[in-house]
């Protein structure tokens, strides 16, 4: 008698549009539960999408809704941890010109808060689980050949060494930690000139991280699968 695999969970933080949105409808095509979250003023497309999906609302700047929302959440298990909330500046400033409250704009949200979320709701991942944070292409010091997007690259950069980081700390945990390059994508961030589709990027993106189910240590890999060098 064959036996039904229980449900899988994933708890998306940053899904409320853009990559993030299209992570959630591929998990539910794909038959998980999904949690999901956005700020407060953001939900209304994640609260449209049809399926197992549970929304929540996290503003991940404030420590304090990240507590919260951990709160919420306790005594539930969950199978991949994935941290998609991020943001850039203007693609013409460079570190020259970039104001101070931009660049810690920048930083807060794109390096130490989903770090923040990482340290936080880590507990709620399965021993066998997956913890992922949406990286860039643009994160890697050794692709940098053109400097351009500086701040946003060094946020990426950034986030990826708390990453390495947090993974030296836990070197004897067994789960999976993923940093992911979507590559270029048409979305609002990614702009219309970008190289990817929604389509060709986010499905392969979420094949990635199931193949790499079970495989301990920290991974940066982009949509493909293609190991992205540091």
């Known amino acids: ?13 940053g899904a409320s549009r853009g990559l993030g949105l299209a992570m959630a409808e ?22 449209h999408l049809t399926g197992a999906i549970e929304v929540e609302t996290v503003d991940i700047t404030h420590p304090e809704q990240v507590a919260d929302l951990r709160a919420r959440l306790a005594g539930r298990q ?11 500046n203007d693609d013409r400033e460079t570190i020259a010109d ?12 794109n390096s130490l808060s989903p770090m923040r979320v ?30 351009n997007y500086e701040v946003y ?11 390495r ?3 030296a700390r836990h070197a004897d945990d067994p789960r999976t930690l993923l940093l992911m390059a979507p590559g270029w994508v048409r979305t609002d961030m990614g702009g ?12 392969n993106l979420v094949n990635t991280i199931e193949a790499y189910e079970g495989r301990s240590g920290l991974h940066y890999l982009d949509y493909l699968g293609r190991v992205v060098p540091w």
């Open 1 to 13: 008698m064959q036996t039904v695999s229980p449900q899988k969970t994933i708890l998306l933080i």
């Open 153 to 163: 690259r060094g946020s990426k950069a950034a986030l990826n060494m708390f990453m």
């Open 98 to 109: 970039v104001s101070t409250e931009e660049f810690v704009r920048v930083m807060v949200t």
């Open 165 to 167: 980081s947090f993974a």
């Open 192 to 203: 219309p000139e970008a190289r990817l589709s929604i389509e060709e990027s986010i499905p």
């Open 26 to 47: 591929e998990y539910l095509k794909r038959g998980w539960y999904v949690i999901a979250t956005g700020r407060a003023t953001s939900t209304n497309k994640l609260r």
């Open 118 to 147: 990482v340290e936080t709701l880590q507990d709620l991942v399965q021993p066998n689980g997956t913890i992922g944070v949406m990286s860039s292409g643009q994160g890697s010091v050794a692709n940098n050949t053109n400097g």
């Open 78 to 88: 969950i199978d991949v941890l994935f941290v998609n909330a991020g943001v850039k």
